[in-house]
C-alpha cells in the first residue's frame, strides 16, 4: 500500500524525512517560475486535447484551474509549499486538489519535470535577455549623449594608467557603447538559443503519445524547437551561454565602475558625482563616496562565480537528466539580478555625472601626452624615419624631464630640439603640440577625431535603435502569443470543442 502523499509517491512505502524534503526543495528558486510553469502547462493541455490525447471535457475542467493559479499566485493566494518540493508539482497539485486526480492527473501525460523545468526556464530567460538588453541600451543612451556634447572636450587617453596621447572625451564615451554594442550580439546569440521550445523531449527519450511539438513551439512564441530530446534534457549551453554575456558585461561594468571610482578622487578630480548618486560617511563628514561605482566593481565576482558555478556542474555529467541540473538555475538568476540592478542604477549616475573640463584639458596637455604628435611631425615634414624621430623626441623629453619641465616650456624645447638638428619656431612647436590639433589630426577610421566620433555616433545611434527595434518586436512576438493562448482558453471554457477552436 503507498503511505506516501508524494505526487511521485507510488513505489514508496514511507514518507520522505524532512531533511530529505529540505535537502532536495527548489522552492524559493522555483518561485519566479510560476507564471511560466502555468502557461507551458496550459499549452501543454491544449496540445494534448487537440492531439485526443485528453478529451474536451478534461480539458475543460483542467483550464480553469491553471488560470486560477495563475491569479491565485498574483495576489498571493497560492503559495508554494517546499514540501511539494518544486514549482511542477506544485501546480500540479494545486490543479488535482481543484479539478480532481480524474482531470488533473492528466495533464502529466506525455510530460516530465524534465522538460518541464527546460520549458519554464527558456521562458524565463529569454524575457530577463530582454530586459537586460533593455538595459544596456539605456545605458548606452547615457553615453551617447556625453560623447555627443563632447567630440572636441580632450583628455588624457591612458596606457598603463599613465598619458598616453590625447583623446576627446566623446571618444572614450564612444568606446564604451562599442564595446556594450558587442555584449548585445552576445545575448542575442543567448537568446537565440532560450527561444527554441524544449517541450515535449519529455524525460528523455521522447514519447509514444502522438504530442504536437510544432504547436507548443507556436503557442509558447518560440522561434523553433530544440528536436532531440536527449540532448535537450541533458544540456545547459542555453544557461551558460547567457552566464557568459553577463559575464563579459560585468567585466565592462566593473571597469566602468574603476574609471568613475578613480576619476572622481580628489587627485584625479576629472568628474564629479551628483549627491543623488553618492554616499557620504558616519564619522568623516567630508566625505562623498563613490559606492554605486564601487559595488557595481565589488559584485563582479558574484557573476563570475556563477559561470563557474555552472560549468563545474556540467563538466562531470553523463547524458539525461541529473539532479545536479536543479543547481544550474540559482546561478543564472543571480547573475542576472545583479546586472539588472547595475543597469538600473549606472545610466543615471552616468547622465549626472558632471566632467570637469578645464581640468581634462590641463591634463591633456601635460606630462608630455603630445610627444607622439611631434613625432609624427618630424616624420612627415623632415621626411625622416619614424624610429629616428621617436628618439629625438624622447631624448627632448628626457632632457625636459630632467630639468622638471615641460614642453610649455618653449625656449627649452625648442633648445633642446636644435641640439638634435631640428629647428622649429615657438609658434610652430605650440601648434604642433596643441592637443586640440592632434584630436583633429587622428582621423584614420575608429579615430579620436571628431569626425570621427560624430560618424560613429551616428553608426551606433543608428544600431542602437535597430536593437531597441529589435526588442520591442520580441517582447511583441511573445505577448502575443500569450495572447493567443488565452483567446484558446477563451474559446474552450466558452463551450468550443477543441476541433471548433480557432488558432490564428
Ligand atoms: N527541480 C528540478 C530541477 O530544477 C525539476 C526537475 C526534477 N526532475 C526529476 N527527475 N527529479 O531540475
Redo the contacts with the bound molecule.
Keep these: 500500500m503507498n503511505t506516501s502523499t508524494k505526487l511521485w509517491g507510488g513505489r514508496f512505502r514511507s514518507e520522505l524525512s524532512t531533511e530529505t524534503e529540505d535537502f532536495t526543495q527548489?522552492i524559493d528558486v522555483?518561485s519566479r517560475l510560476v507564471p511560466y510553469d502555468i502557461w507551458a502547462s496550459q499549452v501543454h493541455a491544449i496540445m494534448l486535447a487537440r492531439q485526443r490525447i485528453i478529451s474536451d471535457d478534461d480539458l475543460r475542467q483542467i483550464l480553469p484551474w491553471l488560470r486560477k493559479a495563475e491569479s491565485d499566485f498574483r495576489d498571493g493566494k497560492f503559495v508554494l509549499k517546499p514540501e511539494k518540493?518544486?514549482v511542477?508539482m506544485n501546480v500540479e497539485s494545486y490543479l488535482i486538489e481543484g479539478a480532481g486526480s480524474e482531470y488533473g492527473g492528466k495533464l502529466h501525460t506525455a510530460r516530465?519535470?524534465?522538460d518541464q523545468?527546460l520549458v519554464d526556464a527558456h521562458l524565463y530567460i529569454r524575457e530577463q535577455l530582454l530586459d537586460t538588453q533593455q538595459g544596456v541600451s539605456r545605458l548606452c543612451r547615457a553615453f551617447l549623449s556625453v560623447a555627443q556634447k563632447h567630440t572636441e572636450t580632450v583628455m588624457p587617453g591612458y596606457t598603463h594608467t599613465q598619458h598616453a596621447q590625447p583623446i576627446s572625451l566623446g571618444f572614450w564615451a564612444t568606446a564604451y557603447i562599442s564595446m556594450f554594442l558587442r555584449d548585445q550580439k552576445r545575448l542575442n546569440a543567448a537568446y537565440d538559443l532560450a527561444n527554441l521550445n524544449p517541450l515535449g523531449a519529455c524525460a528523455l527519450a521522447g514519447t509514444s503519445f502522438p504530442i504536437d511539438r510544432d504547436l507548443t513551439t507556436e503557442l509558447l512564441g518560440f522561434d523553433g524547437t530544440h528536436e532531440h530530446a536527449l540532448d535537450v534534457i541533458s544540456s545547459r549551453d542555453f544557461i551558460a551561454e547567457p552566464l557568459f554575456a553577463l559575464t563579459m558585461l560585468m567585466t565592462t561594468l566593473s571597469r566602468l565602475g574603476e574609471e568613475v571610482v578613480y576619476w572622481t578622487t580628489y587627485e584625479f578630480n576629472i568628474a564629479r558625482l551628483d549627491d543623488a548618486y553618492a554616499t557620504g560617511s558616519s564619522i568623516m563628514p567630508q566625505k562623498k563616496n563613490a559606492d554605486i561605482a564601487e559595488l557595481t566593481r565589488g559584485r563582479t565576482g558574484k557573476v563570475y562565480a556563477a559561470l563557474m558555478d555552472l560549468l563545474t556542474n556540467l563538466k562531470g555529467l553523463p547524458t539525461g537528466?541529473n539532479?545536479d541540473?536543479?543547481e544550474d538555475?540559482p546561478p543564472l538568476w543571480g547573475a542576472f539580478d545583479v546586472i539588472q540592478s547595475c543597469l538600473g542604477i549606472l545610466p543615471g549616475l552616468l547622465e549626472t555625472l558632471d566632467f570637469n573640463t578645464d581640468r581634462l584639458e590641463l591634463l591633456a596637455n601635460a606630462n608630455f601626452a603630445t610627444a607622439t604628435e611631434l613625432a609624427n611631425f618630424l616624420v612627415s615634414e623632415q621626411g625622416l624615419p619614424f624610429r629616428k624621430c621617436h628618439e629625438i623626441v624622447g631624448s627632448v623629453v628626457g632632457g625636459l624631464a630632467k630639468k622638471e619641465k615641460t614642453f610649455e616650456d618653449w625656449d627649452e624645447t625648442q633648445k633642446l630640439l636644435r641640439s638634435e638638428g631640428i629647428d622649429l619656431s615657438v609658434a610652430q612647436l605650440q601648434h604642433i603640440l596643441d592637443p586640440k590639433l592632434s584630436l583633429r589630426n587622428n582621423q584614420s577610421l575608429g579615430g579620436t577625431s571628431p569626425t570621427e566620433v560624430k560618424r560613429m555616433v551616428g553608426e551606433f545611434e543608428a544600431k542602437l535603435n535597430e536593437i531597441d527595434a529589435q526588442i520591442r518586436s520580441r517582447q511583441e512576438r511573445i505577448d502575443a502569443a500569450y495572447q493567443q493562448t488565452l483567446r484558446v482558453i477563451e474559446q474552450v471554457l466558452d463551450g468550443k470543442t477543441i476541433s471548433e477552436v480557432t488558432f490564428d
Design positions: 527548489s522555483d518540493e518544486d511542477h516530465s519535470r524534465n523545468v537528466y539532479r541540473l536543479q538555475k
